[in-house]
């Protein structure tokens, strides 16, 4: 698993204590990675089953950890200097939950001098009134560490989950224990301030929903906004994964990443390295097959 002491700290702010975290892994000749932007209670680790296996295929991937940040607007101007602060143009965007909201604000907040070149949205949302808490948005600072994280917990899945959902569980709990008051704090009130998404500013982003069938902290209705707000996004159903599919049902999320990202190959905005192409289509390919062919039995 991957430690802390390998990733970078980055500052970009004139304030000092605003630190990115983050694991910065594959060919830096890549210049349009895929950046991975964690949920309220992730930390820049809890990709690390999407960081091994697709750099072993020859992408570059950058998994973030946020710094404390108040409001969407702040979160945007920051993330945009890291991007320069890294010499990034234009990049591709895994988000799962706050961090697929966070992706669509700054794919909007970038959208007349574009600095995204695809969306890929797991178990995210549109509108931050889904979750009822917009009055209580700007109380959370004054709340302490154990009653935010008993808010967080209030979401995980509750009753029987398998073997792999359940580790997934415990992963995350023991990554929300190592948050402090204000970074919990911050996010939750990003993940609740009365926001939505503009549609209009990045409907020609291309984009990939993914989300699962079972139980998770999104209900029908945000799933179904979804679909609307984004008419000609792909979909990636999957039939069970809770609100961590990127832990416990890594090989899917892998495979579902690669078929988003192969309509960039051959491009300047393609996320691998070209030499490792040919072999990752097969591999991919073959993967599908087995896939739909497991489906088909069912």
């Known amino acids: 698993m991957l430690s802390t002491d390998n990733s970078l700290l980055i500052i970009v702010d004139d304030d000092d204590s605003k ?16 950046i991975f932007l964690p949920p309220v209670s992730g930390t820049a680790d809890v990709f690390f089953q999407q960081i091994l296996a697709l750099t072993g295929w020859g992408y570059r991937v950058i998994a973030l950890q946020y ?7 702040e979160f945007c101007d920051g993330f945009r200097k890291l991007l320069d602060h890294l010499q990034l143009d234009k990049v591709h965007l895994f988000g799962a939950s706050l961090g697929g909201f966070l992706a669509q604000k700054f794919a909007e907040y970038t959208h007349k001098s574009p600095r995204v070149q695809s969306l890929i949205l797991c178990n995210a ?14 109380s959370f600072w004054l709340m302490p560490a154990f009653m935010l994280k008993k808010i967080v ?12 959902m359940a580790d997934g569980i415990d992963f995350m709990v023991d990554r929300l224990e190592s948050l402090g008051q204000s970074e919990l704090a911050s996010r939750l009130t990003l993940n609740c301030q009365n926001s939505y998404v503009e549609p209009h500013k990045i409907r020609d982003i291309p984009v990939t929903i993914m989300d699962v069938f079972d139980q998770s902290a999104l209900s029908t209705e945000a799933k179904e906004e979804m679909y609307k707000l984004y008419p000609n996004a792909r ?10 599919p990127y832990l416990c ?6 495979l579902y990443i690669q078929i988003h990202l192969l309509q960039f190959h051959g491009t300047r905005y393609a996320a691998i390295d070209p030499s490792m192409v040919s072999a ?13 062919s497991e489906q088909e039995e069912q």
């Open 153 to 164: 917990l209030g979401n995980f899945a509750s009753g029987p989950v398998d073997p792999e």
């Open 280 to 292: 990752e289509e097969l591999e991919v390919q073959k993967i599908s097959l087995h896939t739909s």
């Open 235 to 244: 979909r990636a159903h999957l039939k069970t994964g809770g609100n961590f």
């Open 125 to 138: 949302f549109s509108d931050t009134s889904i979750f009822n808490q917009t009055w209580t948005a700007n």
């Open 249 to 254: 049902r890594s090989a899917e999320v892998n």
């Open 19 to 34: 630190v990115w975290s983050l694991y910065d892994a594959g060919p830096r000749s890549i210049r349009c990675p895929l």
């Open 67 to 73: 710094p404390v940040y108040w409001d969407h607007l």
